[in-house]
């Protein structure tokens, strides 16, 4: 399933179209529920960051992050937003074993007038050992939430 089909239960997504950096790093749309959403990011040769061991550079898995943690406040609100991250703070705990699918699970644990609290994590395959951990706020565009 694609991102926008999977959100597309969500009033004013059916005009936001997804690609862009998202694209092409392969970003793919795994779960959701309704105040989350899971993404996936394949591994790939040109996201090596170092050559040596295979592992995968850090700004991909940021961009994973920042792109589930906004999906999980569209899911939360029930309906599209423009909305910007403020703030996302990412703390890498391990490098993403080389070869392996990142999966990248964000909630939006709360909304207060114009801005969402969001939280996540980052694994490749085991949520019990995370290679990422991020907590963040976006800001509501416009009118607002």
């Known amino acids: ?10 009033p004013g997504m059916e005009d936001v179209r997804f690609g862009g950096h998202g694209g092409r790093l392969g970003i793919a749309y795994h779960a959701h529920g309704d105040n989350w959403c899971e993404l996936t990011l394949p591994y790939q040769e040109d996201m090596i960051g170092d050559e040596e061991s295979g592992v995968i550079a850090s700004g991909p898995i940021f961009a994973l992050m920042d792109i589930a943690t ?3 406040t569209m899911r939360k609100l029930g309906r599209f937003v423009p909305h910007a ?8 705990l391990r490098p993403a074993k080389p070869g392996s699918t990142v999966i990248g699970h964000g909630e939006c644990y709360a909304i207060k007038r114009s801005i969402s609290f969001v939280r ?23 009118e607002g939430a």
């Open 1 to 10: 399933m694609q991102i926008d089909e999977a959100l597309s239960d969500i």
């Open 120 to 142: 996540g994590q980052a694994h490749d395959g085991d949520p019990n050992d995370p290679v990422a951990h991020v907590s963040g706020t976006f800001m509501f565009l416009g």
């Open 85 to 92: 991250t403020l703030d996302l703070r990412v703390d890498y």
């Open 70 to 72: 906004s999906l999980a």
